[in-house]
């Protein structure tokens, strides 16, 4: 792999704290930060980071994160530690641990030591690669640190503590009008929905599995797509495309090419973000549906074509992903799709890195068959095309 050059014409920026890797959620989490370290094995192992420029970015500070966030909140995660919290609030504190009544904290939002320093590494390099992209100093940035959609302005959810995807819109819309926020976890990107939800300046489109009462957070019906009120600039600038269970590559791509198509050509985004949770992915420990590294890198080679046509901005962000060693594979594969190089990656995997003799029981490739054996799919062609109606005639009110 002494091929991969850095790609003429653009640049592509790699933004990686590796201070966030010294962290954990707890032993029987599903979040587990090591499969950050596993991605970066890769995509040197690759030798990839010759093509980019790389950074490894201050921490966010914590005026950065209340250009979003509330600042009590922000106080409150940069304090709490698994000894005090107890003792801070001794009227939640429960047998089997505390309520998330606080601020969110609980099962899923655990308080964990250094809490506030890993949220602030992973927010700080969204934000940092925001900043590159506005200077112009990158086209393509990435971060697959971040990507933590669940996060609200005063309150933890789903794994997420601090939004760096919002803050990294925010950076972002001091210079461009109009960001289109594009979001492949296999849950609904809720806490950016909401925060751009009255603004026309956002808009916002996550695909996921829906199935209200049962799959988290619940929300993203194909029916919310933004405000109600005639007079809100957010109406009609948010799509939701609800997903059942085992959709496939093809038609999982079907309907990212024509939503994110008509989506483009309606309302001319001059800036992209492109939430790629790999928890969407087939065999994943949380998720349910069956694509392939392939067909989950498809979208980010749209975005990518798109970007480069017209000279646009893309900033690529990780997610969610709870079998950690596809999610290196696949954000290793993405990597390679944003410097161009995806035909030159040897399938095989590189010989130097972590985990090794697990890789090698699945045969060593980068690209193992994800798909098919779990869950059929239970998405059918009417289901597809009641969802392409809706975008069809949702976007007759949209003009960039
Ligand atoms: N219980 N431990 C996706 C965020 C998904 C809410 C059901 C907590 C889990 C899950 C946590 C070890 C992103 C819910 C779950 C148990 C209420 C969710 C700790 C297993 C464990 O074994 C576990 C004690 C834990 C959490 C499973 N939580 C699975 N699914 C979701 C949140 C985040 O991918 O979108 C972006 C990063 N939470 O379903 C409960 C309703 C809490
Ligand atoms: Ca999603
Ligand atoms: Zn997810």
Redesign the pocket.
């Known amino acids: 792999q002494q091929g991969i050059e850095k790609p003429k014409g653009y640049r592509v920026s790699w933004h990686h704290n590796p201070l966030v890797e010294r962290y954990h ?7 587990k930060v090591w499969r950050l370290t596993l991605t970066k094995s890769l995509i040197m192992g690759y030798n990839m980071h010759h093509a980019m420029d790389v950074y490894s970015p201050p921490a966010a500070t914590k005026e950065e994160i209340a250009a979003f966030h509330k600042e009590d909140y922000v106080e409150f995660l940069s304090v709490a530690t698994p000894k005090n919290i107890a003792e801070m609030y001794p009227e939640l504190a429960q047998p089997t641990g505390y309520s ?1 009544a606080v601020y969110g904290v ?3 939002c ?1 308080i964990f030591d250094g809490l506030f320093e890993y949220c602030a590494y992973y927010s700080g390099a969204s934000v940092d690669a925001a900043r590159k992209l506005v200077n112009q100093q990158s086209d393509v940035a990435l971060n697959w640190t971040g ?4 996060a609200k302005k005063g309150e933890a ?4 503590y601090i939004n760096d995807i919002v803050l990294a819109i925010l950076e972002l819309l001091t210079h461009h009008p109009r960001v289109l926020y594009i979001d492949i ?5 809720d806490g950016v929905e909401q925060a751009f939800w009255s603004t026309d300046r956002v808009f916002c489109v996550s695909f996921h599995k829906y199935d209200k009462e049962v ?3 619940g929300t993203g019906p194909l029916d919310s797509t933004g405000p109600i009120h005639p007079d809100n600039p957010g109406r009609n600038h948010t799509i939701n495309v609800p997903l059942n269970d085992g959709i496939t590559d093809q038609d999982y791509a079907y309907l990212f090419d024509y939503v994110i198509g008509a989506v483009t050509r309606h309302y001319d985004p001059t800036a992209i973000v492109l939430q790629c ?1 790999a ?1 969407s992915l087939g065999h994943d420990r ?1 998720g349910c549906f069956n694509l392939n590294i392939k067909g989950h890198g498809h979208c980010v080679q749209f975005c990518v074509d798109y970007c480069t046509k017209f000279k646009k901005p893309l900033l690529v962000l990780g ?4 079998t950690p060693r596809n999610v290196a594979r696949a954000w290793a594969h993405e990597t390679s799709v944003c410097i161009g190089a995806a035909d030159l990656v040897d399938p095989t995997l590189p010989e130097h890195m972590p985990n090794r003799e697990a890789f090698r029981r699945e045969g060593m490739t980068l690209f193992p068959n994800l798909g098919g054996w779990r869950t059929q799919n239970l998405n059918t062609k009417a289901d597809l095309d009641k969802i392409i109606r809706s975008v069809t005639e949702q976007l007759k009110y949209v003009r960039g």
């Not at 976890?185 to 990107?189: E, F, L, P, T």
């Open positions: 959620f707890g032993q029987l989490h599903p979040m998330s609980g099962d899923d655990p990507g933590l959609h669940h959810s789903g794994f997420c976890d296999v849950h609904h990107g799959f988290f957070p949770g928890d949380l997610g969610g992903g709870y």
